[in-house]
């Protein structure tokens, strides 16, 4: 069987799983009385914005107890979708995913299957994530265009709390406890964090990950990326615009401050002339390979155990399989 085909099997029983979920959570509105015009506004809401993504955050989990990892994928993909549907409100979208932002038609979910079907397991747990988001809006209001406020550092800062962590390190971090790795181990004589370890390498991936996107936004077609690009008309402090202003001249940079974060076709047509003045291709691959190079670096440093050691323990492979899905992507 080819990789593709194997590929395709896995999602095809991840899809599974959701559509057994979402009968359940359907089940849940109902008998919590909600209007029928309710739990079919909450029908049709799962459908268009949970499971039309790559579902890579969901199908990197464990396969031990399928069926609990997959929920527990399913959730991961219903906080993304949650965080899209924001997103594509705030910035005011147009396309998601290569169709009509969900907004312009018309999170207890998560909570309700963590209850169900974890809170008597011993990784049973909560969580949350804005603080990304908030700096974000705060740093570029739509409203108010100040190119002063941005930087590579605070770009990395939104970038940790608003990617990073609940993309890929909560991905993993969950299939971990699933998979009763324990808060430490020893191997070799060597005392190991493994959840320390694997956020050391998944915020930089993450970050990668988000930079990919922000470049993708300024130099993908809707065609490929599935959405039309709106970060140079919506203010946002991509890192783009972030690497723009680290070598721009003070002529160049006069351009910026005259047509960034500007409702105006022919002014976001003034930054992208821009970027490519700045070769900002060729500056984004120097990145990525610098990028992929450092976070091989990191992966390589994990400690693996001999053959035939069996669960438990911190694996390369993991970080290799992410690694290796993002490097080069074109959407």
Not at 62 to 81: M, N, P, R, T
Not at 198 to 206: D, R, V
Not at 264 to 287: G, I, N, Q, S, T
């Amino acid at each position: 069987m080819s990789t593709i085909d194997i590929k395709q099997q896995r999602r095809k029983k991840f899809e599974d799983v959701f559509i057994r979920i979402r009968d359940e959570l359907i089940e849940h509105m109902k008998g919590e009385k909600m209007p029928q015009e309710a739990v079919e506004w909450f029908h049709r809401n799962l459908d268009f914005n949970v499971p039309g993504g790559k579902l890579n955050r969901g199908m990197s989990l464990s396969d031990d107890e399928y069926f609990k990892a997959a929920v527990l994928g399913w959730c991961i993909e219903l906080l993304q979708a949650y965080f899209l549907v924001a997103d594509d409100m705030m910035d005011q979208s147009i396309t998601r995913r290569g169709q009509p932002c969900w907004y312009r038609l018309e999170a207890g979910a998560i909570y309700h299957l963590l209850k169900k079907y974890f809170r008597s397991e011993t990784y049973y747990t909560t969580y949350q994530t804005e603080m990304g988001q908030l700096v974000d809006l705060i740093t570029a209001p739509e409203d108010h265009v100040d190119l002063s406020k941005f930087s590579l550092e605070k770009h990395a800062f939104i970038v940790q709390y608003k990617t990073a962590y609940y993309s890929f390190y909560l991905s993993v971090a969950l299939a971990m406890r699933v998979c009763g790795v324990p808060e430490t181990y020893t191997l070799d004589g060597q005392t190991i964090e493994p959840y320390k370890l694997a956020l050391s390498i998944l915020l930089p991936l993450g970050e990668y990950f988000q930079i990919q996107d922000d470049f993708l936004d300024y130099a993908g077609t809707p065609e490929q990326i599935g959405k039309i690009g709106t970060d140079i008309v919506d203010n946002k402090c991509s890192w783009c615009v972030n690497v723009a202003l680290s070598v721009a001249t003070p002529k160049q940079r006069k351009v910026l401050d005259e047509n960034y974060g500007q409702k105006d076709a022919a002014k976001e047509a003034a930054v992208k002339a821009l970027y490519e003045e700045l070769r900002l291709r060729e500056r984004y691959a120097v990145y990525e390979e610098s990028a992929k190079e450092r976070i091989d670096k990191l992966i390589e440093q994990i400690p693996e155990p001999e053959a035939g050691v069996d669960g438990g323990v911190l694996r390369r492979a993991v970080f290799t399989s992410f690694l290796n899905k993002i490097y080069k992507r074109t959407k």
